[in-house]
T-cell receptor, first 116, second 115 residues
C-alpha cells in the first residue's frame, strides 16, 4: 500500500546536538516531498520541499533534507538544535497525480523534545 | 502578504448539530485543501477545491462537504456531528495546478469540540 512512514514517534536531543528525523515512503514513482513543523496549538509551517533536481535541499530555520531514491527516504537534518525547535515534525508526500488534486499524504509525525 | 486565515479558531458543538468552517487563502492562491487532524488518525485529507470545483476527495462520509467561492474562499460543512468529529481542521492554500509542483501553505486551524 502507498504510505509515508516516520519510524520515530518521539525523539529527545540536547540543545546544540545534531538532529536527524527519518521519513520513508512507498510509491512507485518519485513523489513530491515535504517537511512541515507544527508547534502546539498551531497550524503547519513548511520547512522545505523536494520536487526534482539537487537531492539535498535547504529549508528555513537551518534545516536541510536529503532525498535518497534508492532508500525511498527523505530525512530531515539540522546540525545544531535550538530549544525553540521543540515541536512536532511531519513528513508529507504528494503522490502521483498530486498536481491534479492537491492531496498530501502525511506521516504520523515525530515529536521533538530538546533538553537544556 | 497575509497568510491563510481560518474562522472561527475554536468551536464547541453538540452531537447532531451541524457546523460550517471558513478558510480564506493567500491572495492569488486559487486552490484550497482541507485536512482533519486527530491524535488517533493523524492528518487526513478531506477534499480539495480549485476554481470552485472539487478536484479530489478523501475517504470521509457524505456528512463532510465543502465549497469554494469565486474569490477562492472556501467553506467546509459537517452535518449531524458525531463525537469522533472532534478534531483540528486545517485549511491549506496553493496557487493551483503546476507542472513544477504545488506547495500548500497551512492556516492555524479550527479546533472543533463535539460534546
Amino acid at each position: 500500500a502507498q504510505s509515508v512512514t516516520q519510524p520515530d514517534i518521539h525523539i529527545t536531543v540536547s540543545e546544540g546536538a545534531s538532529l536527524e528525523l527519518r521519513c520513508n515512503y512507498s510509491y512507485g514513482a518519485t513523489p513530491y516531498l515535504f517537511w512541515y513543523v507544527q508547534s502546539p496549538g498551531q497550524g503547519l509551517q513548511l520547512l522545505l520541499k523536494y520536487f526534482s533536481g539537487d537531492t539535498l535541499v535547504q529549508g528555513i530555520k537551518g534545516f536541510e533534507a536529503e532525498f535518497k531514491r534508492s532508500q525511498s527516504s527523505f530525512n530531515l537534518r539540522k546540525p545544531s538544535v535550538h530549544w525553540s525547535d521543540a515541536a512536532e515534525y511531519f513528513c508529507a508526500v504528494g503522490p502521483p497525480g498530486y498536481n491534479q488534486g492537491g492531496k498530501l499524504i502525511f506521516g504520523q509525525g515525530t515529536e521533538l523534545s530538546v533538553k537544556p | 502578504k497575509a497568510g491563510v486565515t481560518q474562522t472561527p479558531r475554536y468551536l464547541i458543538k453538540t452531537r447532531g448539530q451541524q457546523v460550517t468552517l471558513s478558510c480564506s487563502p493567500i491572495s492569488g492562491h486559487r486552490s484550497v485543501s482541507w485536512y482533519q487532524q486527530t491524535p488517533g488518525q493523524g492528518l487526513q485529507f478531506l477534499f480539495e477545491y480549485f476554481s470552485e470545483t472539487q478536484r479530489n476527495k478523501g475517504n470521509f462520509p457524505g456528512r463532510f462537504s465543502g465549497r469554494q467561492f469565486s474569490n477562492s474562499r472556501s467553506e467546509m460543512n459537517v452535518s449531524t456531528l458525531e463525537l469522533g468529529d472532534s478534531a483540528l481542521y486545517l485549511c491549506a492554500s496553493s496557487l493551483g495546478p503546476s507542472r513544477v509542483g504545488e506547495t500548500q501553505y497551512f492556516g492555524p486551524g479550527t479546533r472543533l469540540l463535539v460534546l
